[in-house]
């Protein structure tokens, strides 16, 4: 069966940096745009940032310049770095696999937290 597993996240000060993980196991990987998501308490879970199969990116306008989405397809993983934290930053990150809109997977969520 699918699986995304997400790992890396934990509790951060702003400005400091964290490094989330996504293995994939069960798909065709590299036919995939990957992406990672987060859901903050009480709101509604928007879009972080997406890799396509030919490595195009796109970024929300809040963390464009401050993190950075990366695959590597031989190894079934997909990254996520991230500088600069900010409180605001602080939700469930979670890492989802489209295949054109019509097979999509999420995997279970890893939390982020950016707090002193």
């Known amino acids: 069966q699918v699986q995304l597993v997400e790992s890396g996240g934990g509790l951060v000060q702003p400005g400091g940096s964290l490094r989330l993980s996504c293995a994939a196991s069960g798909i065709q990987f590299s036919i995939y745009t990957m992406g990672w998501y987060r859901q903050a308490p009480g709101k509604q879970r928007e879009l972080v940032a997406t890799i396509t199969r030919g490595y195009n990116t796109n970024y929300a306008g809040s963390v464009k310049g401050r993190f950075t989405i990366s695959r590597d397809n031989p190894k079934s993983m997909v990254y996520l770095q991230m500088n600069s934290l900010k409180p605001e930053d602080t939700a469930v990150y979670y890492c989802?696999?489209?295949?054109?809109?019509?097979?999509?997977?999420w995997g279970q969520g890893t939390q982020v937290t950016v707090s002193s």
């Open positions: 989802n696999a489209d295949l054109n809109n019509v097979q999509r997977y």
